[in-house]
């Protein structure tokens, strides 16, 4: 167990420090003189001459990787080239709006998928079935960005049920993890679906139905436990992917989380904090794999004993 948790998280640090030095290269590959952008098309040569002294602009690149990945090691993810304000300290400032609208999404398309993937894989081949699939396929082919803007126009804007922007409160998140939720809930209705029925073929749902459990028993703790383990996957890397920042949901309602500040700063050519948001997700994702490491041991037994 303790070779196993010290090979992932060997791995874990092997992978986010290639993030951090594939995202430094690529950065700084962009086209265009960071100097101009913090200080403006009118600055005068010296001011430009000031600025690339201050952050290392004119030190050989190989140099500017060493500063950075010692400060990553320090914890110090740099200091915004446009608002001067700590990059750590402006993700963080962010955070709750994401986590808040992230945990909602996922709280509103998982209560949604789950008896949806249980009951279709329970009457599967029936017009039930069937229609969940088209909603489901229809779901998946929707843009984020043109639902967003859908939703905001006729529930925010035309009929006022929603608020149209901004965060005030819960109410403002309604909207924006609906159409999370919407984007979601069909595939993993079906992921549900087609583990749900692979797992009802199985000896062991024949015997409990045998024995006369009832069928919500067999469906929910015998069947849909054990076809648990791809959701959870899919679902570990799909929170991460959420707490990185829902880039074109966030910009739609004007949410103040991480998606919106990795766009502006992407507008502001503002380098350290593009990295920072991109290790901050990198972070996320490593931690969700270990996670979901965890929760299969506490799902099927049978892994714990394997190991």
Known sequence: ????????????????????????????????????VIAGPKASAEVIKAIHTKFHLDEPIWKRLGYHLNNLAHGDLGQSYVTEQPV???????????AAL????????????????????????????R??????????????????????????YRLGWFPVAGFRGFSHLLLPAGTLALLFVGYYARLIHSNVTEVLNSPYIRAARAK???ETVVLFRHGLRNAMIPVVTILGMDVAGLL??????????ALPGIGTLAVQSVFNLDVPVIMGT???????????????????RWID????AAH
């Open 1 to 36: 167990m303790l070779l196993r948790l010290g090979n992932r998280l060997f791995w874990s640090v092997v992978t986010l420090l290639g993030t951090a030095v594939l995202t430094f290269f690529l950065v700084n590959a962009v086209p265009g003189d960071v100097a101009r």
């Open 88 to 98: 750590a300290e402006a993700i963080l400032t962010r955070l709750p709006a994401t």
């Open 102 to 129: 992230s945990a909602l999404a996922i709280i509103l398309w998982m209560l949604l998928a789950v008896p949806l993937g249980v009951l279709t894989a329970k009457y599967s081949g029936s017009w039930f079935d």
């Open 131 to 156: 229609l969940v699939l088209v909603l489901a396929t229809l779901s998946l082919s929707l843009p984020a960005f043109w639902l967003a803007r859908m939703f905001q126009y006729c529930l925010s």
């Open 212 to 214: 006369g459990a009832p």
């Open 244 to 253: 990185g920042g829902v880039m074109f949901v966030e910009n739609v309602f």
């Open 278 to 296: 991109v290790m901050f997700s990198a972070v996320i994702v490593v931690a969700a794999n270990l996670v979901v490491d965890v929760l299969y």
């Open 301 to 304: 037994p049978r892994i714990k």
